[in-house]
């Protein structure tokens, strides 16, 4: 009988529905306190994933949810350029 396996499942700080890693964008807070996208999804500090859909990134930023899950305040500037590299 072959293996099934197993995929890992991550929840969107937007819709808070739980989805495969796979379909989620990780957003990282790095050891030097930057906070990025990560694209390998391996990047070390601490991560929160949200959909790639722009009514999920503003629920996650207006709940202040994004800030929560990364435990650091989030400059305006960096949320533009999130919400410029999330919508392409």
Same mark, same amino acid.
């Given at each position: 009988?072959?293996?099934? *396996? @197993?995929?890992?499942?991550?929840?969107?700080?937007?819709? =808070? %529905?739980?989805?495969?890693?796979? =379909? /989620?964008?990780?957003?990282?807070?790095?050891?030097?306190?930057?906070? %990025?996208?990560?694209?390998? &999804? *391996?990047?070390?500090?601490? &991560?929160?994933?949200?959909?790639?859909?722009?009514?999920?990134?503003?629920?996650? /930023?207006?709940? @202040?949810? /994004? #800030? @929560?899950?990364?435990?650091?305040? !989030?400059?305006? #500037? !960096? !949320?533009?350029?999130?919400? %410029?590299? /999330?919508?392409?």
């Amino acid at each position: 009988m072959p293996r099934v *396996k @197993k995929i890992p499942q991550r929840m969107c700080v937007g819709c =808070q %529905e739980m989805k495969p890693k796979k =379909q /989620l964008i990780r957003v990282v807070r790095t050891p030097e306190e930057k906070i %990025e996208l990560d694209d390998t &999804g *391996k990047r070390s500090g601490r &991560g929160a994933y949200v959909c790639p859909e722009e009514e999920c990134f503003i629920k996650a /930023l207006k709940g @202040k949810r /994004l #800030e @929560k899950a990364l435990k650091c305040p !989030i400059p305006p #500037e !960096i !949320i533009d350029h999130l919400r %410029e590299k /999330l919508m392409k």
